[in-house]
């Protein structure tokens, strides 16, 4: 039975934190959605990054755009820059690992697209300048963290999304982090295609 409880205790302690989560940022996610939207009918681009599952989950995402959600409908541009392993391993070599999505960024980001930054605690130093980085480019942040969102919440400006989830346990974040996003998706599909 101990392994059975753990098991049920896990389960139990995902739903109170995504129910958290949808009470308080359920308007956030909405806004979230509308400026993707925004983002996209303007033929910008999406650029997400994340660190280990972080970066996994951007990934995630970006197949999800690019390929589809629920149903078939024309791709949609993303780049999840944590993917370009060449570009991050020579990017760390030469000017060190918080480099990697800041120079990244200042290559290929344009005003009007927007950054996508996932973090579990938000005091990534490499999401920290590619929130910087963003901020010269002239583009806008959605900022996905958990916990108190750490130093990426303090580089946000007052018009940019945030959506930290009200938890210090990095897997709980990530599963409801993994929610927003099948969220964000379901409502950009609605937005664009009526799906």
Same mark, same amino acid.
């Given at each position: ?45 999406? #650029?997400? /990054?994340?660190?280990? &599952?972080?970066? @996994?989950? +951007?990934?995630?995402? !970006?197949?999800?755009? %690019? ?13 999840? #820059?944590? /993917?370009?392993?060449? &570009?991050?391993? @020579?990017? +760390?070599?030469?000017? !060190?690992?918080?480099? %990697? ?13 927007? #950054?996508? /930054? ?78």
């Amino acid at each position: 039975m101990e392994l059975e409880d753990r098991i049920i205790r896990q389960f139990h302690q995902s739903m109170e934190v995504n129910a958290q989560t949808i009470e308080q940022f359920t308007p956030v996610i909405a806004t979230a959605s509308e400026l993707i939207l925004q983002c996209l009918i303007t033929e910008h681009k999406i #650029l997400s /990054a994340g660190n280990g &599952a972080s970066g @996994a989950l +951007a990934q995630h995402f !970006g197949s999800l755009l %690019i390929n589809r959600f629920r149903q078939e409908r024309p791709g949609l541009p993303v780049v999840t #820059l944590n /993917a370009d392993s060449a &570009a991050i391993s @020579a990017i +760390a070599e030469d000017s !060190g690992f918080a480099d %990697i999505y800041s120079k990244q960024i200042r290559a290929i980001g344009m005003p009007g697209d927007i #950054l996508l /930054a996932i973090s579990a605690n938000g005091r990534s130093a490499s999401l920290v300048q590619a929130i910087q980085a963003a901020h010269d480019r002239e583009m806008s942040v959605i900022a996905l963290t958990g916990g108190d969102g750490g130093n990426m919440t303090a580089l946000l400006r007052p018009d940019e999304t945030e959506i930290c989830v009200p938890s210090t346990d990095e897997a709980l974040v990530h599963h409801a982090q993994l929610l927003v996003l099948h969220s964000l998706t379901d409502l950009i599909d609605f937005q664009l295609f009526g799906a």
